[in-house]
């Protein structure tokens, strides 16, 4: 519908495609489920799809920018397993390479946006924040550092190593005693050069004219290391705190790069399936609808006449489902019911013997009508306005 095409990257890669991620993330430093194969090769299980994505536009290098995928499929994560966070749990998700105007940054996030509303889900909040990129960082990080190292004897343990090793991901804590500090820190968006600052004004002002309403979350930093400028967080506040991100993205105009590639921006997100699921239970619009055939066929002959009926039937693009094991017309009939198809047809002696069948109404006020068989076809499709 917005121009992206399906990508399927293998569920296991190379482990030097994730260290990409971020040496300094848990994702990659607890989380990873890596072995050696059998060539003593390391290899990883994916904990995330866009580190695939951006490998897969480095090796084939495609020439129509920007190049836009989607994909969907499961993800390894060897995280303590609780509501909502799983070790092997689904993403669907967009990348978008090869464009940095902030009217891709719009568009990503509004089709991730739209997805939740098009669930019917409406508690969710959509928080946004920029990291800046190489021309803002090294000035804000010294500030940053200069301030938690002043800070230093006050934060948790955890958070004084993670201070060594990437100060930004401090203001990521979660842990008490490191509020207070976290909370004074020197801010990003505060120290966004000219540029920066403009490209994030217009991203702002590209979700306000499609009426998306945002907060700006100064302090959001995400899990993963190759952010830059625009990153953003969907959270459904009918969720625990703790697990209530339903999705998450950014721009990461580095990482083609780290992957052996020329200079590329890029974008994405992913949604978490298992989340969504769990926000549709806890806002009970659990998303339809149930695929219910447009036929079933209750076939009182034996169960034969529905075999070739129903491949006919297919084939003329009727959903079309039927009763098994030669059963009675009654418990047909109620698997007719259960199934929701809005026709049955059966087939009786009779009516096989004068090539005809009867068509009936399950809901509406038509009734039973006798159709031939050959008109079949042309009768469903016309009734369900095909
Ligand atoms: P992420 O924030 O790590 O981003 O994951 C995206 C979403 O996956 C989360 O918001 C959450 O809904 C779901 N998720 C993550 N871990 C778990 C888990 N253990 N159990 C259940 N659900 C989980 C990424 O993965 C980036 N690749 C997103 C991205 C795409 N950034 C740019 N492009």
């Not at 050069?193 to 907060?215: K, M, N, P, Q």
Request: glycine share 10%; with cysteine.
């Amino acid at each position: 519908m917005a121009g992206y095409g399906h990508i399927m990257s293998p569920i296991f890669e190379d482990l030097g495609v994730f260290l990409r991620v971020g040496e300094s993330t848990d994702v990659v430093t607890k989380e990873m489920y890596d072995f050696e194969d059998k060539d003593g090769k390391r290899i990883a299980l994916r904990p995330e799809l866009t580190a695939s994505v951006v490998r897969a536009f480095v090796q084939h290098n495609p020439t129509n920018l920007p190049w836009k995928t989607w994909y969907e499929g499961p993800q390894f994560r060897h995280e303590r397993p609780q509501a909502g966070r799983y070790r092997q749990f689904s993403q669907v998700g967009i990348e978008v390479l090869g464009s940095d105007d902030p009217q891709v940054d719009v568009e990503v996030i509004a089709l991730g946006w739209r997805f939740y509303e098009s669930l019917g889900l409406r508690e969710v909040t959509l928080l946004l924040n920029s990291l800046g990129d190489d021309s803002c960082r090294p000035a804000y990080f010294a500030a940053l550092e200069a301030y938690l190292r002043d800070h230093a004897a006050d934060l948790s343990e955890m958070s004084r190593e993670t201070l060594d090793k990437n100060p930004l991901r401090v203001l990521d804590s979660k842990r008490r005693e490191d509020q207070s500090i976290v909370a004074e820190a020197p801010l990003m968006v505060d120290h966004l050069t000219e540029e920066t600052a403009e490209h994030f004004a217009a991203v702002r002002a590209g979700l306000d004219v499609l009426g998306i309403s945002y907060e700006i979350s100064p302090r959001l930093v995400r899990g993963l290391d190759y952010y830059t400028r625009t990153t953003f967080e969907y959270a459904s506040t009918a969720l625990e705190n703790a697990q209530n991100a339903v999705g998450g993205g950014g721009r990461y105009d580095g990482l083609a790069e780290s992957l052996g590639g020329k200079p590329t921006p890029g974008i994405g997100f992913a949604l978490g399936v298992d989340r969504i699921l769990l926000a549709c239970d806890a806002e009970e619009v659990f998303p339809g609808p149930t695929v219910a055939p447009d036929v079933f066929i209750v076939d009182l002959t034996g169960g034969a006449e529905a075999t070739k009926l129903a491949d006919e039937l297919r084939q003329g693009g009727i959903a079309v489902d039927r009763g098994f094991d030669a059963r009675s017309m009654r418990a047909q009939m109620k698997v007719a019911d259960r199934s929701a198809a809005p026709y049955s047809v059966l087939i009786g002696e009779d009516e096989l013997a004068a090539g005809m069948v009867t068509v009936r109404d399950m809901y509406g006020d038509t009734g039973q009508t006798q159709v031939s068989r050959t008109d079949l076809l042309n009768e469903l499709t016309t009734r369900l306005g095909r």
